[in-house]
DNA sequence: TAATTAGTTTAGTCAAGACTGAACATATTA
DNA sequence: TAATATGTTCAGTCTTGACTAAACTAATTA
């Protein structure tokens, strides 16, 4: 049995697993490479991988890989890992890196409503109706801004009756 | 009095909102003039402006704006009205955007869960222990499809009562 | 119908940035 | 220390797509 996570037999189901990550985190602006080892580290066995068995599998270079490792640790979604009996670091899907994607959806909601303030603030001494198309786009920043951290709350509470 | 939405003395930032706007939107995929559109759509007066104004006060070509209202009708987020007593179509907010971009993001939520069930679906032979990373993606994806539209709806409520 | 104005389409330019190869560094093993 | 294996940095290539100029279409006015 081999230790990448699928049989050759599903070795193109997986890639297309692969490919189709990639897709959708570049639709949140990260580059397809990176989400592409984001798609591996999901499915790989071992679940930890090194560079150059990421390099080898998604077919890129080693630049590649060193930059792309470099921005998923820094946006906190990958971690090293040292593995015991291995010469050199391994890299692994950091446990709890989809809340940080969650939480980062805050500061992306926080600044939507400062801009729309700041906007208001420009159209002070208009009349109310030229207003009411900023007053709509702060009002639903507002109201997420308040919600989410409950959501977000209860989401932690949720996740430790599910997993584990 | 000018009818830009700003006098001379404000234009500055006016024009420093348009592109935080452009700036902010194009963070979530949307091409930077499209954005700049939307920021100036949000703050001009009167509120509808038609092809040429955009071109004029945006400092970009026809055919940038052009294509650009072109997508932004098609997210929804603009719309076309006609002005009584002038030649052509006039843009503007299309009310409720916000809404819709809220909307959207359910869209995204969604694929994230269908795609992590394709995942899982492929380590349907190994251990648990495997499945762990993609499950903890899973399950965050599937409470959020499960908790926002109870949120897109409290939304609704509340706005009713906050705007207008 | 000619002249004017408004907007769209097309063909092409330009810039940003993802990605690579190769030189360089660093560590491990012999 | 030499030899090898692993990873990083740098300089340059290549692709993508935002943007423009100019030709074209359509509508209005004279």
Chains 1, 2 share one sequence.
Not at 57 to 84: C, F, H, N, W, Y
């Amino acid at each position: 049995m081999d230790k990448d996570g699928s049989g050759s037999r599903s070795h193109f189901e997986a890639m297309h697993f692969v490919e189709d990550v990639g897709l959708l985190l570049e639709r949140q602006g990260i580059p397809r490479m990176a989400g592409r080892i984001i798609g591996w580290l999901l499915i790989c066995d071992p679940p930890h991988q090194s560079a150059s068995q990421l390099a080898q599998v998604l077919g890129a270079s080693k630049a590649s890989i060193s930059t792309m490792t470099r921005l998923l640790i820094e946006m906190s979604l990958v971690e090293q890992v040292g593995v015991p009996g291995q010469r050199r670091d391994h890299f692994h899907i950091k446990p709890g890196a989809w809340d940080e994607v969650m939480r980062e959806t805050l500061d992306e909601i926080v600044l939507g409503r400062q801009l729309a303030d700041r906007g208001l603030e420009l159209l002070e001494r208009k009349p109310a109706e030229l207003k009411q198309r900023l007053r709509e786009a702060r009002e639903v920043y507002a109201f997420f801004e308040e919600e989410y951290p409950a959501l977000l709350e209860r989401w932690e509470k949720t996740r430790k009756k599910t997993l584990r």
